[in-house]
């Protein structure tokens, strides 16, 4: 941990520190905001999670900046001098500063080694009108912001503006003793009643940093778990998207199984012991026919998952919940349709899988109980059906092989034979592709001759 001094002196840092965290790109980028800060003569800090890891010694590309002063002008100014742009909640003095190209040839930087985006934050205190509701904000010096945050070790800043180097560190809240102890913290008695999704973040961040929940803390957080069923289904989502791309994110779902967390986030959200095994499949293994996008490919454990990819790993999470029960958990979640549809689909589909287990069925009544299910379905089932080899080959070959086998007689032929539209257009056109997949038929000859065998058997 830097020092300016003896035990006594609180640590402080050079840019030297930082780029042994963030590399030379990421601390030139400090760099630069400092002097910007420096040039408006704005007191600027870095604050949260950032510091923490920086003490922690653990790389992160996670920068948040706190300004006494307004942050979303700040924000602005800099995508203005440098590209990029600003996206800014006015409500809470909040802005994000998205990194893109311009901003890589104007720093003349590599854009993959600088981080996706910066936020920033005007400093400010926050009251909550009624137990999880969206807090009210007013500005604040640095130790008001600090001490309204969540936990103790994220309570914590470098002041990088006006100063030169070396750079002091401000720990409101005795942050750098509970890193030390190995502690999550809460800041005060009410913390997890005035944002029950704290509770998700708590046993994320212990997880994580093999930390332990400090005594009065637990007990906090125990006694607000009834709190959680009024926070919405969106802050829910936001949250646990962060744990599913935790390399531990299995454990930490668990325990907040154990803890009761989830029952109180809906009845039916219960999860298996063998979820940390799901996960680790998910990036290890690979369905042998998955080739598009966002399909169920083994991705490094920090990969920052987004959009489909985050896809397995929800439905992973939800399995073992009937389609039923699992549509209503979405719905609380406030899931988006095609995340809901993949999750039920694959909901839906585990409960005839047990259909596969059987050493007589033929190929074609494979086809007739997958036919119905999208492939992500069955990149999920393929998983989780790791301990019954014959139902994974079974779903891999109706996967790479039988569901793209079509009859070469169409609707359109049978209309020219003389037979009238209806639904027996639909049973001759199956019973013809089933018999391609069987084995029945291997050329258009032999179809044409089942096809006037059938209608031969009608008359």
């Keep these: 941990m830097p020092r300016a001094g003896g035990d006594c002196v609180s640590p402080s840092f050079r840019l030297t520190d930082f780029e042994r965290l963030l590399g030379g790109p990421g601390a030139k980028l400090i760099e630069l905001i400092s002097y910007m800060a420096q040039k408006k003569n704005l007191a600027l800090y870095v604050a949260g999670g950032f510091v ?33 742009y600003a996206h800014s909640h ?9 990194l893109d190209d311009s901003v890589a040839y104007s720093l003349s930087l ?15 205190s926050e009251t909550y009108a009624f137990p999880t509701a969206l807090p009210t904000v007013s500005p604040a010096d640095i130790e008001c912001d600090l001490r309204r945050r969540d936990f103790s070790v994220n309570a914590l800043a470098i002041q990088l503006s006006p100063l030169e180097e070396p750079w002091p560190l401000v720990d409101a809240c005795d942050g750098i003793d509970d890193l030390k102890r190995g502690l999550i913290r809460a800041l005060h008695e009410q913390s997890f009643v005035d944002d029950p999704t704290r509770i998700l973040r708590a046993l994320r961040y212990a997880e994580r940093l093999g930390f332990t929940l400090e005594s009065d803390s637990a007990e906090w957080m125990l006694a607000a778990l009834p709190y959680l069923g009024r926070v919405t289904g969106q802050r829910l989502r936001n949250e646990i998207d962060l744990i599913l791309r935790e390399p531990r994110a299995g454990a930490i779902l668990l325990r907040l199984q154990e803890l009761g967390a989830l029952m109180n986030i809906h009845s039916a959200f219960r999860i298996r012991p063998q979820l940390p095994e799901l996960f680790k499949r998910r990036r290890t293994l690979l369905p042998p026919w998955s080739s598009a996008v966002g399909d169920m490919r083994p991705v490094p454990p920090w990969s920052s998952t987004v959009g489909d990819m985050q896809t397995p790993c929800w439905i992973a999470l939800m399995t073992g919940i009937n389609s039923v029960e699992v549509q209503s958990l979405c ?12 999750i039920t689909a694959s909901a ?17 009544q494979v086809a007739r109980i997958l036919d119905e299910y999208p492939d992500i379905a069955l990149q999920a089932n393929w998983l989780l059906a790791a301990d019954s080899p014959t139902v994974q ?39 013809l592709r089933y018999a391609w997949i069987d084995g029945e038929v291997g050329s258009a000859q032999e179809e044409a001759a089942l096809l006037r065998q059938l209608l031969d058997s009608e008359d």
């Design 331 to 342: 719905e609380r979640l406030a899931l988006t349709n095609k995340l809901t549809e993949a």
């Design 90 to 98: 006015k409500q809470f003095g909040t802005a994000k500063w998205i």
């Design 393 to 431: 080959e079974l779903i891999a070959a109706y996967a790479s092989d039988w569901r793209q086998r079509r009859q070469t007689i169409s609707g359109d032929d049978l209309k020219a034979m003389g037979l009238a539209p209806g639904p027996r257009y639909r049973q001759l056109l199956d019973r």
């Design 110 to 124: 590599i854009l993959d080694a600088l981080p996706a985006s910066v936020d920033f934050v005007t400093a400010r």
């Design 348 to 364: 839906r589909l585990a409960e005839r899988i047990s259909l596969l287990d059987d050493p007589a069925i033929r190929p074609s």
């Design 52 to 84: 923490r890891d920086l003490l922690l010694n653990q790389r992160t590309l996670d920068l948040d900046f706190v300004l006494e002063g307004d942050a979303i002008n700040f924000a602005r100014s800099l995508a203005k001098s440098f590209g990029g």
